[in-house]
């Protein structure tokens, strides 16, 4: 039920989902903030309290932030491309920044703690979606944002760029979850099955997380939610290859 | 590069994403194999080693066979739709039955041995997705196997289907990641940290498995590799709702 070129009717129901997911990234937020104040200590860089500024830098960062990105194109439908692109790509620069400081926190905790660095799944997977997530930006940058490229290059790389972002962004959601069980097992190890009270609240923050990664992903794949097709759009999906070969568009 | 009704040539590519999604799936059921039995003694429903029934099974039924159903619409192209659904259905039962072993065991296992229940992200997002998954099952069965339902209902439902299908399978290969984690941590505890060959191992399999979830993922969300359109299916993506209502199509 999409309408075409110029300024369309907001699709019935998004704005709903969108107020719910933001609803749950923000409780994801303050649940990790509040795991972190009640059973952790709280926060502080000059300390052993360093640790706990990574988990939550990365949920602001690469959970709330990431997933907010992504759905830029879903609730700003009618605003320039060229204004919603800046918006998507600053987002993301934030939450980069972000998640970088929650990275320097933990490795420089374990510099200071002796600990090893890089062993364990959560670590793997956590560098792995961090340097994809940059690799990501840098190349969405240079298609999208820098005028160079052409509208046949745009339209070949488009769908890769989102496929590849919401598996980034699945991805980084996964990694927080085995973080979030790795920090539990390390502190409460048996104590796990007495359903302690933090126990149970950082597994509820687990389902919170994953939930709000399954609306972030629903509201960005339902097939009439997608963004209006404007000018620049319409030449990209008739998946002309060769016509505006070497044509840079400078959007709206 | 959709090629219309009936024998369509198999989109480019697709064939090699196929294969290499099928190497993955059996390398990680190979090495959940080579885990269990290098390092955790092997597997048999009568004794301790029960437990390791639960990974197996979890890994064959609700990750490999799970993955390999979604894709069936990608892989048999030309057969007829029946045909291509019943298959889809079958593997989906035969992931059902596998897992639901993998789950007998592990309560089981737990009685056997006092531990407590379902106190774990683990065993919350386990049995969340199970849940899931039976309901999938039961309500795409109703739909679209079961003769009852209108095109327009069909319509309706299938991008709904398509959407949770996919979300519970991510789910799975998250869930099964925790597991593994938690598997990891219980035994090795601060050995993990000292880069020991069953932890390099089991990461290593980690990683395979978020691999496979993106490779189905990827060949199941091309939009130039889904099914060409058959009679059956034109008519649904007409999406009209009331025209057809009530009438249910024997579907080729």
């Known amino acids: 039920m999409e309408s075409g070129v110029g300024t369309a009717a907001v699709p019935r129901g998004l704005p709903y ?48 932030l990431q997933g907010d990105a992504l759905l830029v194109y879903r609730v700003f439908r009618n605003e320039a491309k060229r204004t919603t692109k800046v918006l998507h790509g600053l987002l993301h620069v934030f939450a980069f920044i972000i998640a970088l400081v929650g990275l320097v926190a933990v490795f420089n905790y374990h510099k200071k703690k002796g600990y090893a660095d890089l062993y364990s799944l959560h670590s793997w997977c956590g560098i792995l979606v961090f340097t994809l997530y940059f690799v990501q930006w840098l190349v969405g940058f240079s298609f999208f944002l820098f005028p160079g490229a052409s509208f046949s290059l745009r339209s070949r790389y488009r769908p890769q760029h989102i496929f590849f972002g ?40 687990g389902l919170l997380l994953a939930c709000f990664g399954v609306v972030v992903l629903y509201i960005l794949t339902r097939a009439d939610w997608k963004r209006p097709s404007q000018a620049e759009e319409q030449a990209l999906s008739m998946d002309f290859k060769t016509l505006t070969e070497g044509d840079s568009p400078s959007s709206q």
Not at 20 to 44: C, D, P
Not at 185 to 204: D, H, M, Q, R, W
């Open 166 to 205: 919401a598996t980034i962004f699945l991805l980084s959601v996964g990694t927080a979850l085995l973080g979030l069980k790795e920090a539990l097992l390390f502190k409460l190890g048996t104590k796990y099955s007495t359903f302690t009270p933090e126990g149970v609240l950082a597994n509820i923050l």
């Open 17 to 64: 989902y969108v107020a719910f997911s933001q609803l749950l990234g923000l409780t994801v937020v303050a649940m990790t903030g509040a795991w972190l104040g009640l059973y952790r200590g709280g926060i502080a860089w000059k300390s052993a309290l360093q640790f706990n500024v990574h988990p939550l830098c990365m949920v602001i960062g690469l959970i709330f």
